[in-house]
């Protein structure tokens, strides 16, 4: 079944709210395509719908501690490629230890979907990190906020979208 990509204005029941207040700001929107919410775990979204694990990005949620600070942001990589949290991650943040956000903890604080989270509509103040190769795709299939729709936009966009930062992040 192919997917139907469509403006993210023609849908806005397809995101999450916070996603959908953070693309109505933006200077190109990506589109967003509804899928089965039992599909949204990459391996099978990819399988089901002919999309490419290469041209899928995972966002993980990473908690970085430091004394008693902890802080946290949104790491993007391709589904087939691996980010190195506690090494380049770690370092980037400064941090004494950093690792994967419990997943209640992450669902709760960007109100979203488990399986579904993205780094467009993140809480204020939360770094953006994305690997160089995500970077480099013209389409680029990423998480919606809910688990029963997708969005897709250009690496670069992603970057523009998220203010993120761009670094060599995997293992």
Request: charged fraction near 25%.
């Amino acid at each position: 079944m192919p997917l139907e990509w469509v403006p993210v204005s023609d849908r806005p029941d397809l995101l999450a709210d916070p996603v959908a207040k953070a693309v109505a700001s933006l200077g190109v929107p990506p589109r967003v395509a509804e899928i089965d919410p039992g599909l949204a775990d990459t391996a099978a979204f990819c399988e089901r719908y002919g999309v490419a694990m290469e041209d899928s990005a995972n966002c993980v949620i990473v908690s970085a501690r430091r004394g008693g600070e902890t802080r946290y942001a949104a790491v993007m990589v391709l589904a087939t490629m691996r980010a190195d949290v506690n090494g380049v991650v770690r370092r980037h943040l400064d941090a004494r230890k950093a690792s994967f956000a419990p997943q209640a903890e992450a669902v709760e604080l960007t109100g979203m979907e488990y399986g579904g989270i993205t780094p467009i509509g993140l809480p204020d103040g939360w770094p953006v990190l994305v690997d160089e190769n995500v970077t480099r795709l013209s389409f680029v299939v990423i998480g919606s906020g809910v688990r029963r729709s997708k969005l897709a936009l250009s690496g670069e966009a992603l970057v523009e979208a998220t203010r993120g930062e761009v670094l060599a992040l995997t293992v």
